[in-house]
C-alpha cells in the first residue's frame, strides 16, 4: 500500500526531475497505453455510449477502424474517444500553424532625421514611415542635433510636427515630442491594427495574383481553312 507520505516524495521527486531539465508527455495515452478497468466512452460523432470495460472500448475501436484515445485521464473512471488520432493530430498542428501565421506581433521601427534635412531626403523618409503605418507598425521618429543645432530644439519639434500633418491620414502621434539628449524623440501609432494590415496585405497579393493569372489573352481557336 502507497502511503501519502511515499505519494508525496514521488511527486516531489518527478518535480525536481522536471526542473533538471526533463519533460512529462502532453501526449494522451492510447490503445493498448490506456490502464484501467474501465473508461467513459465517447463514440466518433461525440454521442456518449457510457462506462464499459476497457477490452469492450478496444473491440469497439478495432471494430470502426479508430484510436481509443483518453481525453480527460482524472476523471473517474477516465473519459475516451474514438477517433482517428493521426488526423486529429494533423487537423490540431495545421490549426495551430495557421493561428501563429495570423497572430499580430506589433514592431516599433525606428526613422531618423536631421533638422535640416534636404527636401528629397525628407520625401524618401516620409516614403518609409507611410509604408510602416501602413503594415500597422509603430514608428519612432528621431531628430539627431549635431553641434550648434543643439541650441535650436525648434527646428527638430517644427519637423516632426510637419511629418506628423503629412501622415495624420495613416497614423496619430501616441508619443509627444521630448528631448533625450541630443536627439528630440518623438513616436507615432497606426490607425490601423495590425490584424487589419496583415489581412489587406493578403488580399492584395491574393488579387495581384488573380490579375496576373487572368491578365494573359486567351488563344483563339483555330478557324476553319478558307474555302478555295
Keep these: 500500500m502507497v502511503t501519502p507520505n511515499r505519494r508525496y516524495a514521488a511527486v516531489r521527486q518527478a518535480v525536481a526531475w522536471c526542473y533538471r531539465g526533463g519533460s512529462i508527455s502532453a501526449e494522451p495515452r492510447i490503445n493498448d497505453r490506456i490502464r ?19 477490452a469492450k ?24 474517444k474514438l477517433m482517428d488520432y493521426g488526423k486529429f493530430k494533423y487537423e490540431s498542428a495545421m490549426k495551430a500553424r495557421e493561428a501563429r501565421k495570423n497572430q499580430a506581433h506589433t514592431v516599433i521601427k525606428e526613422m531618423k532625421l536631421r533638422p535640416k534635412i534636404d527636401p528629397h531626403d525628407y520625401d524618401t523618409k516620409k516614403g518609409h514611415v507611410v509604408r510602416f503605418l501602413k503594415q500597422g507598425d509603430k514608428v519612432k521618429i528621431t531628430i539627431m542635433f549635431r553641434g550648434r543645432e543643439q541650441s535650436r530644439p525648434e527646428l527638430g519639434f517644427r519637423l516632426l510636427q510637419r511629418l506628423a500633418e503629412d501622415v495624420q491620414e495613416l497614423g496619430f502621434i501616441e508619443s509627444n515630442p521630448k528631448q533625450d539628449g541630443r536627439n528630440m524623440i518623438m513616436v507615432l501609432g497606426p490607425h490601423k491594427k495590425k490584424t487589419e494590415a496583415m489581412a489587406e496585405a493578403r488580399e492584395a497579393q491574393a488579387a495581384r495574383k488573380a490579375e496576373r493569372q487572368g491578365g494573359a489573352p486567351a488563344e483563339e481557336p483555330a478557324g476553319e481553312p478558307a474555302e478555295a
Design 36 to 54: 484501467v478497468p474501465e473508461v467513459r466512452l465517447v463514440g466518433p460523432s461525440g454521442e456518449q455510449v457510457g462506462i464499459v470495460p476497457l
Design 57 to 80: 472500448a478496444l473491440e469497439l475501436a478495432q471494430e470502426y477502424d479508430l484510436d481509443l484515445v483518453e481525453v480527460a485521464a482524472n476523471a473517474r473512471p477516465p473519459v475516451c
